[in-house]
């Protein structure tokens, strides 16, 4: 759902697009036709509303555009902002895309991939240079793919830091929303989906349908874009039942495609044969992978290390991680490392995607060529955050773990919380009360596993016995307060109150972490009954 990347600054290395003129660039681009009954504007509208009652009588404007970066949805805190807006030439049917218009917060997140803050002169076009723009990408949940983006915009003088947590609420709920109005045939090809990579560990999967494509890593890394055309016909015309397809990719390789038929799409299964397909365009490539190397990827705190140990057997094990290349020189790391990979136990190394590109790079070509009997295990950051000589080095893998953050995972947190309880050695008295269960379940825990551990040792150093009630979780995880919060409200509130235990209570430092000055602290910690 809503990525929870930091806003990146998009004007970072980025060349300006060549023959577009600034102070014309949002006018040329001719208005394109919004289609009011889009599934994102519909799965959008009511938070729109809802966002727009918290922001009138401000001077912020919210804008909703869709996939192309084309504006389908304008509000505004009052009159004069929308006129400001209106009159930079920001309008519903406005293109926002890069190409066309230059850096700015909606066409720039497309590009970047993620969440981005554009400010100022920082906008390629002169009509925005007296905003600040913040942009968010709206990740569909059923197809993982951008469906749209949010963006919250005001003039330079009134910027906030607290925007940006306001708007990640906002983009989380219109995501909410998308995965409910899934329907019942997406939802039946999404279960196959995950039962079929389930049962096929390690396979390449996908899931294609006429407006629906899921893959799994092993399956993005194995086909091209080139081959979707060929495997779009197949799920244009499934088989009446299972059957197996020969395959010639246009990276070179041959495979078996076992498909299944789900509705109207169909799951396809990859089996690479043993000898690649070589076409003219395509060198034979000696590849001596004789080594299991296993990738367990996963954002912070989703466990990692802990599925990571799950698959050590027995024998030797020796550990490595990325950050210790800092306190000693990448030499001294990979001698270390080539001297490991010489034995035969299993070499564990952790959070690749920190390595140096100078490492990843020889770690890869070794780990294609070398010859061993004990497994590697690598853990890394999600896929789709890999690139350069990161991505080649998973190419290695010859098996994948994806590790599902905790926020899709709410019907399993009660059982998560029991088993850490457990691990942590709480008291049998100790129980989680239905309210408390209900609470925590409904938070997005950035950090995932590690942060609900952290939240659960905090409370049973309060509580060593009884039913753990709503009221014994932290204060900044409780959603109730002693009256309804707007949601910019409540991102103020949550970012007070995380200020606050960061400073161990200190309310100078915590205004200062704010931004704010220590009597618009006090004040805001009476208007939220912060004690």
Same mark, same amino acid.
């Given at each position: 759902?809503?990525?929870?990347?930091?806003?990146?600054?998009?004007?970072?290395?980025?060349?300006?697009?060549?023959?577009?003129?600034?102070?014309?660039?949002?006018?040329?681009?001719?208005?394109?036709?919004?289609?009011?009954?889009?599934?994102?504007?519909?799965?959008?509208?009511?938070?729109?509303?809802?966002?727009?009652?918290?922001?009138?009588?401000?001077?912020?404007?919210?804008?909703?555009?869709?996939?192309?970066?084309?504006?389908?949805?304008?509000?505004?805190?009052?009159?004069?902002?929308?006129?400001?807006?209106?009159?930079?030439?920001?309008?519903?049917?406005?293109?926002?895309?890069?190409?066309?218009?230059?850096?700015?917060?909606?066409?720039?997140?497309?590009?970047?991939?993620?969440?981005?803050?554009?400010?100022?002169?920082?906008?390629? &076009?002169? @009509? /925005?240079?007296?905003?600040?723009?913040? %942009?968010?990408?709206? !990740?569909?949940?059923?197809? *993982?793919?951008? $469906? #749209?983006?949010?963006?919250?915009?005001?003039?330079?003088?009134?910027?906030?830091?607290?925007?940006?947590?306001?708007?990640?609420?906002?983009?989380?709920?219109?995501?909410?929303?998308?995965?409910?109005?899934?329907?019942?045939?997406?939802?039946?090809?999404?279960?196959?989906?995950?039962?079929?990579?389930?049962?096929?560990?390690?396979?390449?999967?996908?899931?294609?349908?006429?407006?629906?494509?899921?893959?799994?890593?092993?399956?993005?890394?194995?086909?091209?874009?080139?081959?979707?055309?060929?495997?779009?016909?197949?799920?244009?015309?499934?088989?009446?039942? &299972?059957? @197996? /397809?020969?395959?010639?990719?246009?990276? %070179?390789?041959?495979? !078996?495609?076992?498909?299944? *038929?789900?509705? $109207? #799409?169909?799951?396809?299964?990859?089996?690479?044969?043993?000898?690649?397909?070589?076409?003219?365009?395509?060198?034979?490539?000696?590849?001596?992978?004789?080594?299991?190397?296993?990738?367990?990827?996963?954002?912070?705190?989703?466990?990692?290390?802990?599925?990571?140990?799950?698959?050590?057997?027995?024998?030797?094990?020796?550990?490595?991680?990325?950050?210790?290349?800092?306190?000693?020189?990448?030499?001294?790391?990979?001698?270390?490392?080539?001297?490991?990979?010489?034995?035969?136990?299993?070499?564990?190394?952790?959070?690749?995607?920190?390595?140096?590109?100078?490492?990843?790079?020889?770690?890869?070509?070794?780990?294609?060529?070398?010859?061993?009997?004990?497994?590697?295990?690598?853990?890394?950051?999600?896929?789709?955050?890999?690139?350069?000589?990161?991505?080649?080095?998973?190419?290695?893998?010859?098996?994948?773990?994806?590790?599902?953050?905790?926020?899709?995972?709410?019907?399993?947190?009660?059982?998560?919380?029991?088993?850490?309880?457990?691990?942590?050695?709480?008291?049998?008295?100790?129980?989680?009360?239905?309210?408390?269960?209900?609470?925590?379940?409904?938070?997005?825990?950035?950090?995932?596993?590690?942060?609900?551990?952290?939240?659960?040792?905090?409370?049973?150093?309060?509580?060593?016995?009884?039913?753990?009630?709503?009221?014994?979780?932290?204060?900044?995880?409780?959603?109730?307060?002693?009256?309804?919060?707007?949601?910019?409200?409540?991102?103020?509130?949550?970012?007070?109150?995380?200020?606050?235990?960061?400073?161990?209570?200190?309310?100078?430092?915590?205004?200062?972490?704010?931004?704010?000055?220590?009597?618009?602290?006090?004040?805001?910690?009476?208007?939220?009954?912060?004690?």
């Amino acid at each position: 759902m809503a990525a929870d990347r930091p806003f990146t600054d998009p004007t970072a290395d980025r060349s300006i697009p060549t023959g577009l003129d600034p102070h014309r660039c949002l006018d040329a681009p001719p208005l394109v036709d919004v289609n009011p009954n889009s599934r994102l504007l519909v799965a959008a509208l009511p938070i729109l509303d809802r966002v727009a009652d918290a922001l009138s009588g401000t001077n912020y404007a919210l804008l909703l555009a869709d996939r192309e970066a084309n504006v389908v949805d304008i509000r505004a805190g009052d009159r004069s902002v929308r006129n400001l807006v209106d009159g930079a030439g920001v309008v519903t049917g406005r293109t926002l895309a890069e190409e066309l218009t230059g850096v700015n917060a909606v066409g720039s997140v497309l590009e970047v991939g993620g969440a981005v803050s554009v400010r100022g002169d920082e906008h390629f &076009a002169v @009509q /925005l240079r007296r905003f600040s723009c913040h %942009g968010h990408p709206i !990740t569909n949940p059923l197809t *993982r793919r951008t $469906a #749209g983006i949010l963006d919250i915009s005001c003039d330079l003088d009134d910027d906030n830091p607290l925007v940006a947590p306001f708007l990640v609420a906002a983009v989380y709920d219109i995501e909410e929303r998308l995965l409910a109005m899934a329907t019942i045939r997406e939802r039946d090809m999404l279960d196959a989906f995950e039962r079929e990579v389930s049962r096929r560990h390690g396979a390449p999967v996908m899931a294609i349908a006429r407006d629906i494509y899921l893959a799994n890593p092993r399956a993005t890394r194995l086909v091209h874009p080139t081959d979707h055309i060929a495997l779009q016909a197949i799920a244009d015309d499934p088989p009446t039942r &299972a059957e @197996q /397809l020969t395959m010639h990719l246009d990276s %070179g390789v041959s495979v !078996t495609a076992h498909v299944i *038929r789900v509705g $109207a #799409g169909v799951i396809i299964t990859l089996d690479p044969l043993d000898q690649p397909f070589r076409t003219a365009a395509s060198p034979v490539v000696h590849r001596r992978n004789t080594v299991s190397v296993t990738l367990i990827c996963g954002e912070p705190g989703s466990g990692r290390t802990t599925t990571a140990g799950q698959h050590v057997g027995s024998g030797e094990v020796c550990w490595f991680t990325a950050s210790d290349t800092l306190p000693m020189t990448s030499a001294e790391w990979a001698c270390n490392l080539q001297r490991a990979l010489a034995a035969d136990g299993t070499v564990v190394i952790e959070d690749i995607h920190l390595l140096p590109p100078s490492l990843a790079h020889r770690l890869a070509g070794t780990l294609l060529t070398v010859e061993r009997r004990g497994a590697v295990i690598l853990t890394a950051c999600p896929v789709d955050e890999l690139t350069g000589e990161h991505a080649r080095l998973i190419a290695a893998a010859t098996d994948t773990v994806e590790l599902i953050p905790l926020r899709f995972r709410r019907p399993d947190i009660p059982h998560l919380i029991g088993a850490l309880l457990r691990q942590m050695n709480a008291p049998s008295s100790v129980c989680m009360s239905p309210e408390a269960l209900d609470v925590l379940s409904r938070q997005r825990w950035h950090s995932n596993l590690s942060e609900l551990a952290d939240v659960l040792a905090d409370i049973l150093s309060r509580r060593s016995s009884g039913d753990i009630s709503a009221g014994d979780i932290p204060d900044r995880y409780r959603t109730q307060t002693r009256r309804n919060l707007t949601p910019i409200e409540q991102a103020e509130r949550d970012a007070i109150v995380d200020a606050l235990e960061k400073t161990g209570g200190v309310k100078s430092a915590a205004a200062a972490r704010v931004g704010v000055s220590r009597t618009t602290l006090y004040r805001a910690m009476r208007r939220y009954h912060l004690s």
